[in-house]
Protein backbone atom coordinates (compact mmCIF):
# COMPACT_ATOMS: atom_id res chain seq x y z
CA UNK A 1 0.00 0.00 0.00
CA UNK A 2 1.11 3.07 -0.80
CA UNK A 3 1.57 5.86 2.37
CA UNK A 4 0.59 9.15 1.50
CA UNK A 5 4.25 10.37 1.64
CA UNK A 6 4.83 7.89 -1.14
CA UNK A 7 2.31 9.78 -3.59
CA UNK A 8 4.22 11.65 -5.23
CA UNK A 9 6.16 8.64 -6.86
CA UNK A 10 3.30 6.90 -7.50
CA UNK A 11 3.52 6.00 -11.52
CA UNK A 12 7.50 7.71 -11.99
CA UNK A 13 10.24 5.78 -13.42
CA UNK A 14 13.20 6.81 -10.88
CA UNK A 15 15.43 5.11 -13.03
CA UNK A 16 14.51 7.23 -16.44
CA UNK A 17 14.22 10.05 -14.38
CA UNK A 18 17.64 9.96 -13.04
CA UNK A 19 18.97 8.95 -16.60
CA UNK A 20 17.36 12.09 -17.91
CA UNK A 21 19.19 14.12 -15.53
CA UNK A 22 22.51 12.63 -15.03
CA UNK A 23 23.41 11.92 -18.88
CA UNK A 24 24.08 15.51 -19.74
CA UNK A 25 26.68 15.97 -17.04
CA UNK A 26 27.97 11.87 -18.01
CA UNK A 27 28.54 12.97 -21.46
CA UNK A 28 30.50 16.20 -20.61
CA UNK A 29 32.76 15.05 -18.28
CA UNK A 30 33.33 11.23 -19.83
CA UNK A 31 34.91 9.99 -22.88
CA UNK A 32 32.44 8.14 -25.09
CA UNK A 33 33.68 5.00 -24.63
CA UNK A 34 32.86 5.69 -20.68
CA UNK A 35 29.41 7.12 -20.84
CA UNK A 36 27.42 3.90 -21.00
CA UNK A 37 28.91 2.87 -18.09
CA UNK A 38 28.82 5.93 -15.90
CA UNK A 39 24.99 6.29 -16.87
CA UNK A 40 24.43 2.45 -15.93
CA UNK A 41 25.32 2.97 -12.67
CA UNK A 42 24.15 6.46 -11.85
CA UNK A 43 20.64 5.74 -13.12
CA UNK A 44 20.18 2.64 -10.77
CA UNK A 45 21.82 4.54 -7.73
CA UNK A 46 18.90 7.34 -6.27
CA UNK A 47 16.74 6.28 -3.57
CA UNK A 48 14.04 8.83 -2.54
CA UNK A 49 13.32 8.49 1.20
CA UNK A 50 9.64 7.27 1.75
CA UNK A 51 7.81 6.02 4.86
CA UNK A 52 7.84 3.22 3.04
CA UNK A 53 11.83 2.55 2.82
CA UNK A 54 13.07 4.87 5.87
CA UNK A 55 13.12 2.29 8.28
CA UNK A 56 15.03 -0.35 6.09
CA UNK A 57 17.76 2.42 4.89
CA UNK A 58 18.51 3.25 8.45
CA UNK A 59 19.06 -0.43 9.90
CA UNK A 60 21.48 -0.87 6.67
CA UNK A 61 23.53 2.53 6.94
CA UNK A 62 26.73 1.65 7.42
CA UNK A 63 27.90 4.43 10.10
CA UNK A 64 25.88 5.94 13.01
CA UNK A 65 26.75 9.13 11.61
CA UNK A 66 24.90 8.32 8.23
CA UNK A 67 22.00 7.03 10.05
CA UNK A 68 21.51 10.17 12.07
CA UNK A 69 21.85 12.51 8.69
CA UNK A 70 19.50 10.54 6.71
CA UNK A 71 16.89 10.14 9.64
CA UNK A 72 16.80 14.22 10.11
CA UNK A 73 16.39 14.59 6.12
CA UNK A 74 13.63 12.10 5.99
CA UNK A 75 11.85 14.07 9.23
CA UNK A 76 12.88 17.09 7.29
CA UNK A 77 11.05 16.35 4.17
CA UNK A 78 7.89 15.26 6.25
CA UNK A 79 7.61 18.63 8.43
CA UNK A 80 8.31 16.31 12.11
CA UNK A 81 10.53 17.90 14.25
CA UNK A 82 14.63 16.91 14.24
CA UNK A 83 16.78 14.89 16.21
CA UNK A 84 17.91 18.13 17.76
CA UNK A 85 19.06 21.33 17.54
CA UNK A 86 22.09 20.53 15.83
CA UNK A 87 20.46 18.51 13.28
CA UNK A 88 21.61 18.98 9.71
CA UNK A 89 18.78 20.71 7.68
CA UNK A 90 19.67 18.23 4.62
CA UNK A 91 17.73 18.12 0.73
CA UNK A 92 20.07 15.00 -0.13
CA UNK A 93 23.09 13.04 0.64
CA UNK A 94 25.18 10.39 -0.91
CA UNK A 95 27.54 7.34 0.08
CA UNK A 96 29.04 5.38 -2.21
CA UNK A 97 27.46 5.06 -4.97
CA UNK A 98 23.93 5.52 -3.54
CA UNK A 99 21.79 8.84 -3.70
CA UNK A 100 19.96 9.75 -0.66
CA UNK A 101 17.09 12.33 -1.97
CA UNK A 102 14.42 13.92 0.04
CA UNK A 103 10.74 14.03 -1.21
CA UNK A 104 10.63 17.69 -0.87
CA UNK A 105 12.61 16.94 -4.56
CA UNK A 106 9.16 17.44 -6.28
CA UNK A 107 8.53 20.60 -4.32
CA UNK A 108 11.31 22.43 -4.99
CA UNK A 109 10.73 26.20 -7.06
CA UNK A 110 14.34 27.44 -7.66
CA UNK A 111 15.04 27.27 -11.16
CA UNK A 112 18.70 26.81 -10.09
CA UNK A 113 17.97 23.69 -7.74
CA UNK A 114 18.56 19.95 -8.81
CA UNK A 115 19.95 18.07 -5.68
CA UNK A 116 19.22 15.06 -7.55
CA UNK A 117 22.14 15.98 -9.74
CA UNK A 118 23.99 17.59 -6.88
CA UNK A 119 24.80 14.23 -4.89
CA UNK A 120 24.87 11.94 -8.05
CA UNK A 121 28.52 14.38 -8.43
CA UNK A 122 29.54 13.69 -5.34
CA UNK A 123 29.25 10.09 -6.94
CA UNK A 124 32.19 10.93 -9.22
CA UNK A 125 34.69 10.74 -5.99
CA UNK A 126 33.03 8.34 -3.97
CA UNK A 127 33.46 5.18 -6.45
CA UNK A 128 36.55 3.87 -7.89
CA UNK A 129 36.43 2.81 -11.69
CA UNK A 130 36.24 -0.29 -11.18
CA UNK A 131 33.10 -0.49 -9.32
CA UNK A 132 31.28 0.74 -12.88
CA UNK A 133 33.41 -1.57 -14.55
CA UNK A 134 35.89 0.72 -16.05
CA UNK A 135 39.60 -0.35 -16.25
CA UNK A 136 41.98 1.29 -13.47
CA UNK A 137 45.27 2.14 -12.78
CA UNK A 138 47.54 3.44 -10.28
CA UNK A 139 46.85 7.28 -11.35
CA UNK A 140 43.01 6.33 -12.17
CA UNK A 141 41.48 5.11 -9.26
CA UNK A 142 38.41 7.05 -8.99
CA UNK A 143 35.49 8.01 -11.56
CA UNK A 144 37.27 11.81 -11.22
CA UNK A 145 39.91 13.34 -10.22
CA UNK A 146 38.60 15.85 -7.53
CA UNK A 147 40.08 18.02 -5.02
CA UNK A 148 38.96 17.01 -1.71
CA UNK A 149 38.27 20.58 -0.43
CA UNK A 150 36.13 21.55 -3.90
CA UNK A 151 33.78 18.47 -3.67
CA UNK A 152 30.92 20.87 -2.67
CA UNK A 153 32.03 23.24 -5.00
CA UNK A 154 31.96 20.89 -7.87
CA UNK A 155 28.73 19.44 -6.70
CA UNK A 156 27.03 23.22 -6.70
CA UNK A 157 28.65 24.39 -9.82
CA UNK A 158 27.36 21.01 -11.84
CA UNK A 159 23.94 20.95 -10.04
CA UNK A 160 23.45 25.15 -11.06
CA UNK A 161 24.76 24.22 -14.37
CA UNK A 162 22.58 21.03 -15.20
CA UNK A 163 19.19 23.40 -14.62
CA UNK A 164 21.31 26.46 -16.94
CA UNK A 165 21.42 23.45 -19.50
CA UNK A 166 18.08 22.42 -19.48
CA UNK A 167 16.83 25.90 -19.66
CA UNK A 168 18.96 27.86 -22.03
CA UNK A 169 18.76 27.13 -25.59
CA UNK A 170 21.75 29.53 -26.63
CA UNK A 171 25.32 30.23 -25.44
CA UNK A 172 23.25 34.13 -25.22
CA UNK A 173 20.43 32.39 -22.75
CA UNK A 174 22.95 30.57 -20.95
CA UNK A 175 24.96 33.42 -19.82
CA UNK A 176 21.65 35.40 -18.92
CA UNK A 177 20.56 32.58 -16.63
CA UNK A 178 24.22 32.55 -15.06
CA UNK A 179 23.91 35.94 -14.13
CA UNK A 180 20.66 35.57 -12.65
CA UNK A 181 22.10 32.85 -10.45
CA UNK A 182 24.86 35.05 -9.63
CA UNK A 183 22.47 37.32 -8.75
CA UNK A 184 20.09 35.83 -6.64
CA UNK A 185 20.82 32.08 -6.03
CA UNK A 186 24.30 31.67 -4.57
CA UNK A 187 24.48 28.27 -2.45
CA UNK A 188 24.03 29.36 1.54
CA UNK A 189 26.81 26.54 2.81
CA UNK A 190 30.07 27.33 4.53
CA UNK A 191 31.76 24.59 3.03
CA UNK A 192 32.38 26.40 -0.40
CA UNK A 193 33.85 29.72 -1.38
CA UNK A 194 30.53 31.20 -2.70
CA UNK A 195 32.81 33.20 -5.22
CA UNK A 196 34.36 30.37 -6.77
CA UNK A 197 30.71 28.36 -7.28
CA UNK A 198 29.08 31.87 -8.97
CA UNK A 199 32.58 31.85 -10.72
CA UNK A 200 32.66 29.13 -12.45
CA UNK A 201 29.08 28.45 -13.00
CA UNK A 202 29.39 31.95 -15.26
CA UNK A 203 32.77 29.81 -17.03
CA UNK A 204 30.71 26.97 -17.76
CA UNK A 205 27.73 28.95 -19.06
CA UNK A 206 30.14 30.46 -21.40
CA UNK A 207 32.10 27.78 -23.04
CA UNK A 208 31.36 24.89 -25.28
CA UNK A 209 31.71 22.05 -22.51
CA UNK A 210 30.84 23.85 -19.22
CA UNK A 211 31.35 20.34 -18.05
CA UNK A 212 34.93 20.25 -18.13
CA UNK A 213 35.13 23.63 -17.20
CA UNK A 214 34.08 22.74 -13.31
CA UNK A 215 35.80 19.98 -13.51
CA UNK A 216 39.23 21.93 -14.16
CA UNK A 217 38.78 24.27 -11.70
CA UNK A 218 37.66 21.57 -9.07
CA UNK A 219 41.40 19.57 -9.72
CA UNK A 220 43.70 18.65 -7.28
CA UNK A 221 47.06 21.30 -6.62
CA UNK A 222 49.22 18.42 -8.48
CA UNK A 223 46.23 19.47 -12.03
CA UNK A 224 47.14 23.08 -11.25
CA UNK A 225 48.75 23.40 -14.95
CA UNK A 226 45.31 21.87 -16.59
CA UNK A 227 43.13 24.51 -14.42
CA UNK A 228 45.52 27.59 -15.48
CA UNK A 229 45.03 26.54 -19.35
CA UNK A 230 41.47 26.55 -19.02
CA UNK A 231 41.47 29.71 -17.00
CA UNK A 232 43.79 31.20 -19.86
CA UNK A 233 41.61 30.15 -22.49
CA UNK A 234 38.60 31.81 -20.87
CA UNK A 235 40.49 35.07 -20.34
CA UNK A 236 40.81 34.89 -23.98
CA UNK A 237 37.99 34.24 -24.69
CA UNK A 238 36.82 37.08 -22.60
CA UNK A 239 39.28 39.84 -23.60
CA UNK A 240 39.72 38.73 -27.37
CA UNK A 241 40.83 40.71 -30.18
Same mark, same amino acid.
Given at each position: ?????????R?L??V?? /? @????A??? &??L??A?E???????L?? %????????????????????? /????L?????????? $?L??E $??????????G? *???V?????D $? *?????D =???H???????????? /????? $??R @? &?E?????? =??????????C?? =????L??????????????D???S?A??? #??? %???E?? #???? #????? &????KH???????????? *? @???? *??? /??? @????P
Amino acid at each position: MTRPSDERLRGLDIVAL /T @RRKVAPMV &RGLFPALEQGAVISLLEK %SVVFLTSTNISHVLRQSSWLS /TAWDLANLYLLSVGA $ELLGE $EAPLLLGLSEGT *TCYVSLSYFD $E *TSPFAD =YLVHEAAHVFHNCKRR /TAGLP $ETR @R &REWLLDID =YRKRETFAYACEA =YSRILETGGSRQARMALADDYVASAAPCD #ERV %SVSEVL #EFVR #EAAAA &RNGWKHILARCAPPTSAG *T @RASV *TAA /TAA @RRHGP
